[in-house]
Nanobody
């Protein structure tokens, strides 16, 4: 019964930075964190970034490319999301996703239905 849990959310001014982390409750060969999604009020949940099981390949939404960096480390395959140059449009609930059920990652990494494990989310608010 692997569970994912996010941390690191908060409130910042435009141009500020935050670092989110997602840790699994235990190590699992099949169930581990892979991606970050977010959902803003009144909008659909969207993929933000994804990192492969071995950390060798990453994907980013166009809206965050060049500002956000996803990484992986640790025996439990913890993933992090370093968010820089934050904008008001980045305000959303951020979710950690894992348990990939699809085939190749690209371009299906954006499809939330390909993931079977989700964290409860951490709120990020960017405002002046």
């Amino acid at each position: 019964q692997v569970q994912l849990a996010e941390s690191g959310g908060g409130s910042v001014q435009p141009g500020g930075s935050l670092r989110l982390s997602c840790a699994a409750s235990e190590y699992s060969y099949n169930d581990f964190a892979l991606a970050w999604f977010r959902r803003a009020p009144g909008k659909e949940r969207e993929g933000v970034a994804m990192i492969s099981y071995n950390g060798a390949t990453t994907f980013y939404a166009d809206s965050v490319a060049g500002r956000f960096i996803i990484s992986r480390d640790g025996a439990r395959n913890t993933i992090s999301l370093q968010m820089n140059a934050l904008k008001p449009d980045d305000t959303a609930m951020y979710y950690c996703a894992g348990g990939w059920t699809g085939g190749v990652y690209a371009p299906a990494w954006r499809d939330e239905n390909k993931y079977r494990l989700w964290g409860q989310g951490t709120q990020v608010t960017v405002s002046s």
